[in-house]
């Protein structure tokens, strides 16, 4: 128990100096980072340092021949052994390791369970609109975000077939979607990958992953300011706003006292239930018919006796399953709840209460050991899936979006290689009223994108299915899939115009 105690204490420490450090440093406020990555980026140095002065240095892989209870097979972030705090079958336990076991046990199950709550609550307490509003609002930004997404599955995949194969031949073909589960799907999908990488015998997918995603949100905010003031010097913008514009307040990351909003409203009477206990069983619900769903796949791969299906179904992650689900309860709430018990803003703190914590533990214990032998391969793939996302905003945007072209773009640079808000934040830079149709166009394509890029069914089943045909037959999909957006982008502009 006190070790369960330490560790969630830890955790919370490197939150709260996470968000510290966010509101007393210039340079990260101008980055616009995340407290939660700042925080993350902090446990990793600091646990990084002990392991590098560590005597006897510490292991990092667990073999299936070690004994549970050798603090030799131990690895940041997993559970305590069974040996700790008692005597190691090779003597006491060294001082950093006790420490390290005490701050960050069961940090390396945390990323993996709370995705699950993260994508659960994706569309609980949304209105889902019907598919031709959807598409009135938001079908060029649909196809767009698109293309954005899927080409980062062609760049990765063919920069690897053709190039990386050759410099690394060690790396699996699995290493080709390292790139678009980073930068379109991010930390979150990053970290619910784990158990998929580990079913197909390739532990270290889920290390690559997490530092394709940091260095997608980095660059995501660099290279998104920079875009932003070429914008700007050009007149690309609706309206002409400089970051040095935002009050101190917002760049801090605080709210002013005076324009708080509410965190969200309470639909039950806490004699009854308290509203979030209503709100997190809810979230339960539809995680469960997420694990349903998983169940009823993996009995269709056994009834069906094939061994593609069978392993694809076992190696499916979990999280995209629980985002159907929710789905699943909002549309059934959406219909028969006449009281609308579902809160929006309770269920996105929920989100980003997850979200957050899962940013955290899953930046702090990555493996860099294991990332060392393939840094190089992975720094070519994070610069050329940066050069696809700006080839995409200053490139295509222009010719296939009808308006506001670099609002809507700079939106879907921001998400598809970092998170949701990343993207939000470069749009507010350039358009902080939402005077343009950025905001609203980005908002409705996003209940359709969601369900099969950055992090949905597509995003779940490509390394699968990497793993199990190699890597021509997944390119030839995703530039089959780019090949069409772009026709339907281009015929949809047409028809616009004519009309």
Known sequence: MDVIVVSFFTLCILVWLGHMLRMRISLLQKLYLPSSVIAGLLGLIV????????????????????????????????PAPQSFPGRAPEGGWPAAT???????????????????????????????????????????QLAYGQIVAWGQYVVGIGLFLT?????????????AGILPVGFEGG???????????????????????????????LGAVVVGMALVNWAQRKGYVVRRRSPQDFPEDDSIGVIPVENRPEAGKLTVSSSAIESLTLHLAIVGLAVGIGWLIK???????????????????????LFPLCMIGGLIVQVIHQKYDRHQLIDSGLMRRIQNIALDFLVVAAIATINVKLIRAGLVPLLILVAAGILWNVF??????????????????????GQSMGVTATGLML????????????????????????PVMGGGLWTGAAIPLIALWGGWPVFGIALGAVVLWLIFAIATGLTRRSS
């Open 47 to 78: 646990i990084q340092l002990i392991l590098y002065v560590a005597q006897p240095p510490m292991p990092q892989r667990v073999t299936d021949k070690a004994p549970p209870d050798d603090w030799q097979a131990w690895q940041v972030g997993a």
């Open 392 to 413: 995409c905003v200053v490139g295509l945007a222009r010719r296939l979006l009808p308006d506001a072209w670099f609002e809507r773009s700079i939106a879907e640079l």
């Open 295 to 317: 169940q009823g796949l993996l009995s269709l791969g056994r009834a069906s006796d094939s061994p593609s299906l069978i392993k694809v179904a076992g190696s499916f992650p």
């Open 163 to 175: 190039a990386i194969t050759y410099i690394n031949p060690e790396l699996p073909a699995m290493f």
């Open 427 to 450: 749009l507010r830079v350039v358009d902080p009223d939402y005077e343009s149709p950025a905001a609203d166009a980005f908002a409705y394509k996003q209940i359709l994108h969601e």
């Open 98 to 140: 006790t420490f390290l076991v005490l701050c960050t046990s069961g940090w390396g199950k945390l990323p993996g369970f709370l995705i699950n709550i993260v994508f659960a609550c994706l569309f609980l307490g949304m209105v889902i609109p019907n598919l031709k509003t959807i598409w009135r609002r938001a079908g060029p």
């Open 187 to 217: 930390h979150g999908t990053a970290a619910g990958m784990a158990q998929t990488f580990n079913n197909e015998g390739w532990a270290a997918g889920k290390d690559y992953a997490l530092a394709s995603a940091t260095f997608g949100i």
